[in-house]
């Protein structure tokens, strides 16, 4: 009997003993948990892969200039052209790479793991998660845009070239020699315009350079073959409606706001996701902690059922003690399995998130959390401060400020169009012809001066006109002005009651004031989530306190239900009553110091210096671009 209670006594102070262990590794930061519940439970299970840290990190440079779109584009210079038409004609289906997926690369896992900061964590996903290149590319997109509109001045080139026979009957017998052979002429044509439509007056000035070339057997034709080019230079001027001081451009400065508008929104964008990807990594940091509390439970409680089976084997202690013991070992466990899936599913999203993937596999690299939550860094709380630089440096703000620049445009555009249509057309042209002169019968026209015969057969004379010459010839005599017509002409066009135009300024005006509206809803709204982030912070610093207090009272208590159980003086329920409540403090504090770190972010979120917080470079490029065919 004395060796059993020898043997108790030796188990008891072996118990005293963890337990003491327990409450001052409480006291300490947890130890990275296992990958794996049956490490908690005992039971062999894989190692986790050994957390390899990254070499130190350059902030990504996240700004979009306008020669982002260059990458997109080809077809500038004739030389791509053959390729162009080489793909035209080709007979193969291009297919998407992201289309043909191997079944060996679904099972392609990179099993190295990285222990990352946050910054870090950051860093890795801007570079690498797909998301972040899709909105990218909107402000790329709408780069094109404002090239589209630069094209609206892009001077138009067409050529003509073309080949015209055509044979007749004859219906008089002076018109040719050969009657059966019928009245034959065939015309050729190279003809050329340009048309420029003016960025200064939003009129369109043309030149026209045509070129007739025409042989006949008409006897009647004097001039055979003959070259006629005409060249003509004319002007097509509003003067009221689509009239007006860079009217012309108001397009393209739609366009250009437009490319501002999907900046201020690519930076939103970021923003939003630089605050997923760090509460994605607060979370993972929280499953680790609430692991920890949970193994650490777990132990207590199986070196419990271990002390009561003992006390119980000696008859010192009731069963139904053991029972409830061996109850809670069974819940501790429990928790142990469900801290480890939510710690799990906390991991594989952070992994989805970085993409870190050097090796191109289907499942990228895992993220260990290097940082812990830091209580004691300082956060400026100042109101009217982080009021200010809410209204400075929210995306959400100034994408909206610039669709309220946009929407003046409109209205300024749709109350242009209520003025009648007045146009003025201008055109001068000049011409001449050369070529071989004939013999052509005079047909005894009195006044009439022969200087030359038609055919010897004949007694008729006839006259020579004056334009022998070659097509060199006639493109000498075109600059003379001998021969030119000019036009002016005026158009007018108005609706009589011009319901639509007045409707379109009316529904320009409403959407104005819409913007205006929601701009300042957008102003009360982002008041609103500031003065929220700051009552947050402020709360969760007050929390900490709060909750650090409440896990030292709660681990002190313990400790003193410990001694009190060992002399016999406090039960196995009050024992894990007290165990509970000093699990449950831990567990709000490890809670509370993830929802500080959280309470940041939405505070920086709300100001809009979430990207400056990480040292994100991130720039407002101006899209305005002029080619030289687009400043006159």
């Known amino acids: 009997m004395v060796t059993k209670k020898a043997s108790l006594a030796i188990e008891l102070a072996f118990s005293a003993v963890l337990l003491a262990a327990f409450v001052t590794h409480a006291q300490t930061a947890p130890p990275a948990p296992s990958s794996s519940p049956a490490a908690a439970t005992g039971s062999a299970a894989p190692a986790s892969p050994t957390a390899a840290p990254l070499t130190a990190q350059t902030p990504p440079q996240m700004t979009v200039p306008p020669s982002s779109a260059n990458r997109f584009e080809y077809g500038e210079s004739v030389a791509s052209l053959p390729l162009v038409v080489k793909r035209q004609w080709s007979p193969a289906v291009l297919v998407a790479p992201e289309s043909v997926i191997s079944p060996q690369y679904i099972r392609s896992i990179d099993r190295t793991s990285r222990r990352l900061t946050l910054k870090q964590v950051i860093y890795e996903a801007l570079r690498n998660n797909p998301n972040v290149k899709v909105a990218e590319l909107s402000p790329v997109a709408a780069t094109e845009g404002v090239r589209i509109q630069n094209g609206v001045f892009d001077p138009d080139l067409t050529a003509t070239l073309d080949e015209i026979k055509n044979v007749a009957p004859i219906t008089t017998p002076i018109e040719t020699v050969n009657a059966s052979s019928g009245l034959a002429s065939k015309n050729y044509d190279w003809n050329f315009q340009i048309n420029k439509v003016l960025a200064t007056t939003n009129g369109t000035l043309s030149a026209t350079f045509n070129n007739d070339r025409m042989i006949t057997n008409n006897l009647t034709e004097s001039i055979n073959p003959s070259y006629t080019p005409t060249l003509a230079v004319s002007l097509s001027q509003p003067l009221l409606r689509n009239f007006g001081w860079k009217f012309a451009t108001i397009n393209l ?323 894990l009553q007290f165990q509970s409540e000093y699990v449950t403090a831990e567990g709000n504090q490890v809670q509370t110091e993830v929802d500080l770190e959280n309470a940041k972010l939405a505070l920086h979120h709300a100001k809009g210096t979430l990207l400056r917080a990480f040292q994100i470079d991130f720039q407002l490029k101006n899209p305005e671009e002029r080619p030289w065919y687009a400043k006159f």
């Open 253 to 575: 400065d739609l366009a250009e706001s437009t490319q501002k508008q999907a900046q201020w929104n690519y930076e939103q964008s970021l923003t939003d996701f630089v605050q997923r990807v760090a509460n994605d990594y607060w979370a993972t940091v929280l499953g680790a902690e609430n692991l920890a509390v949970a193994q650490e439970a777990l132990r207590f409680n199986r070196d419990l059922v271990r002390q009561n089976t003992i006390a119980l084997r000696v008859g010192t202690l009731a069963p139904l003690d053991l029972q409830e013991a061996q109850s809670a070992a069974a819940t501790a466990e429990a928790n142990v399995y469900t801290a480890q899936a939510a710690l799990e599913s906390a991991r594989a999203v952070l992994r989805e998130d970085a993409m870190l993937n050097p090796s191109h596999t289907f499942v990228p690299q895992a993220i260990e959390p290097a940082d812990r939550p830091n209580a004691a860094e300082h956060v400026e709380l100042d109101e009217p401060h982080a009021l200010e630089l809410a209204v400075e440096y929210r995306p959400s703000l100034g994408a909206m400020r610039e669709a309220i620049r946009s929407a003046l445009l409109q209205v300024r555009f749709q109350d242009n169009q209520l003025l009648p249509q007045v146009n003025v057309l201008a055109q001068f042209a000049t011409d001449t012809t050369a070529g071989n002169t004939l013999c052509g019968p005079t047909f005894n026209a009195p006044g009439v001066v022969p200087n030359c015969a038609i055919p010897p057969a004949t007694t008729l004379n006839g006259f020579q006109m004056p334009f022998s010459g070659t097509y060199g010839t006639a493109l000498n005599n075109l600059f003379n002005f001998g021969f030119y017509n000019y036009a002016i002409v005026l158009t007018y066009e108005r609706p009589l009651s011009n319901v639509a135009a007045r409707a379109a300024l009316a529904q320009a005006r409403i959407g104005f004031e819409q913007l205006r509206m929601q701009y300042r809803a957008a102003l009360a709204q982002a008041v609103a989530e500031v003065q929220s982030a700051l009552a947050n912070v402020r709360a969760d610093v007050a929390r900490v306190r709060a909750t650090s207090s409440a896990t030292n009272y709660a681990r002190q208590a313990l400790h003193d239900e410990q001694v009190r159980f060992r002399v016999g003086m406090a039960t196995t329920h009050d024992l």
